[in-house]
């Protein structure tokens, strides 16, 4: 396993200046956005360069403050707690395992609505993972 220093000062300078922020977003289910994940910790997915950020697939919006989502890797990642999309000409895998709640405060932008087919798809692999199916 490749060894690399986390930049956990850097995140929490950004996290402290993202958590002072209001938003007026609202994502909806089954967009894709980019979002300020961080620096987390072992094999949590980690955001990336500058501004921490990672691609997350909304599965479940509970109100004006968070939602349920899935974060995503352009790695190649081959199993059942990942499920290959293509989106924007490139392959892209969602993490089913490492499902979370995020707060809207992360939000940056959006990249991408999936298709109702695929989303139902993703959901009925994510049911399998989590042990409900």
């Not at 974060?71 to 969602?94: A, R, W």
């Not at 707060?103 to 989303?119: G, L, N």
């Amino acid at each position: 396993m490749k060894e690399y220093s986390k930049s956990f000062d850097k995140w929490n300078i950004k996290k402290k200046l993202i958590n002072c922020e209001t938003k007026n977003i609202l994502p909806n289910k089954k967009q894709i956005w980019w979002l300020n994940v961080g620096v987390n910790v072992g094999v949590e997915e980690d955001g990336k360069k500058g501004d921490f950020e990672r691609p997350v697939l909304v599965i479940k919006v509970f109100n004006r403050q968070c939602f349920l989502g899935i974060p995503m890797t352009s790695t190649e990642k081959i199993g059942k707690y990942y499920h290959k999309i293509n989106f924007l000409g490139k392959d892209s895998y969602l993490i089913l395992s490492q499902i979370k709640l995020f707060s809207i405060k992360r939000v940056s932008r959006k990249i991408y609505k999936i298709d109702r087919k695929e989303f139902d798809i993703i959901m009925n692999k994510l049911k399998k993972v989590i042990g409900f199916k």
